[in-house]
């Protein structure tokens, strides 16, 4: 279906959980998120469910899985098997526990992933993440990715004032030395970030390079030493034009935009026993008023998956 800018909506981001094994300086508080009741969390039955009826009211080309941490989130490969014969399936994770589920989940039809990385250094990776995570834990989840065909295998990293720009020429050279694209993010100022925005153009004065190509929200550059990596510019904007989204969060809300606004609880209409035609009807109507832009902010990063 077409919005009313005449967007295709066929990509649905899943939040299967609000938990992570990290705490994120730009996405959590330290403290860890706020205490959600386990039973407003959707069972796994209802998430497949629900993306089952979005399917069918939509036609999805891709799904991604997300979170908080995806691969936290208990049951995670048997939702893959069963999501993965709607549509394309692919993944966004923080890699930590990759080595242990690749194999598992290339066999349950995910296609591919995305892995967050964010310096070179151990210091500093401890310092965003919060936890005792290093470079070689990372380049464990690239290879377990690599040697099970989740290929292309992207990378996603948040760059940030003071902290890591500053690296991004070094990560440029890192990330294709893996085998992999690195993609800059620019920070947004979500709810629960305590960190510094960086816009593409800083991005492109620390790393100067030649504009290729867009390649869905992400701006594709070539060094001149001939490497290829991405910037996605939320913040800068130029990406709502070619949205093609949308997100179900963990407790089953669908919102028509990351930047918020008005959202449609599927959960509880599935709950209160609303028919199938009923929450098509519904994502139908959402759909339809999908905001051409918002703007970043007043939500949590970890609530609506990235
Ligand atoms: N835990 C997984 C991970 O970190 O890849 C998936 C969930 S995370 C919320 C999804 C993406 O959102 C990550 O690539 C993360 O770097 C990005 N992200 C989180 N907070 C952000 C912020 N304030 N601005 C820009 N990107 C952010
Ligand atoms: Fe966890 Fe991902 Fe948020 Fe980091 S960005 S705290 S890994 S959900």
Redesign the pocket.
């Known amino acids: 279906m077409r919005d009313s800018y005449g967007r295709q909506i066929d990509y649905l981001r899943v939040?299967v959980t609000d938990r992570?094994n990290?705490r994120?300086i730009?996405?959590m508080p330290e403290s860890g998120i706020p205490h959600i009741e386990h039973s407003s969390i959707l069972r796994l039955e209802e998430i497949q469910q629900l993306v089952g009826l979005i399917h069918e009211a939509l036609n999805l080309r891709k799904i991604r899985l997300?979170?908080?941490?995806?691969l936290v989130r208990k049951g995670i490969v048997s939702l893959v098997k069963t999501l993965s014969q709607l549509a394309e399936t692919a993944m966004?994770?923080?890699?930590i526990l990759l080595p242990k589920f690749a194999s598992e989940l290339q066999e349950a039809g995910l296609s591919r992933v995305?892995?967050?990385i964010?310096s070179l250094k151990n210091d500093v990776i401890r310092r965003v993440t919060r936890r005792d995570v290093t470079l070689g834990m990372v380049e464990s989840a690239i290879q377990a990715a690599k040697e099970n065909d989740l290929n292309p295998v992207k990378l996603?990293?948040?760059v940030l004032k003071g902290v890591n720009s500053g690296e991004l020429a070094d990560l440029i050279t890192w990330a294709h030395n893996m085998g992999t694209v690195m993609r800059f993010?620019?920070?947004?100022?979500?709810t629960?970030?305590q960190?510094d925005h960086v816009p593409r153009d800083r991005i492109l004065e620390e790393v100067p390079a030649e504009f290729i190509a867009t390649e869905g929200t992400a701006d594709m550059y070539m060094t001149p030493s001939g490497i290829k990596f991405g910037i996605i510019a939320?913040v800068a904007g130029g990406m709502c034009a070619n949205c093609t989204r949308l997100r179900l969060t963990a407790e089953g809300e669908l919102l028509p935009c990351l930047a918020g606004g008005e959202s449609l609880n599927l959960g509880k209409m599935l709950r209160s026993g609303n028919s199938s035609t009923e929450m098509i009807s519904a994502v139908h109507a959402l759909v339809a008023k999908k905001p051409h832009h918002g703007a970043?902010g007043g939500v949590s990063?970890?609530r609506?998956?990235?």
């Open positions: 939040s992570c990290l994120c730009y996405c997300t979170g908080g941490e995806p966004t994770t923080n890699g995305n892995i967050s964010d996603n990293c948040v993010i620019e920070h947004m100022p979500m629960d970030s960190c939320p970043c990063m970890w609506i998956g990235g």
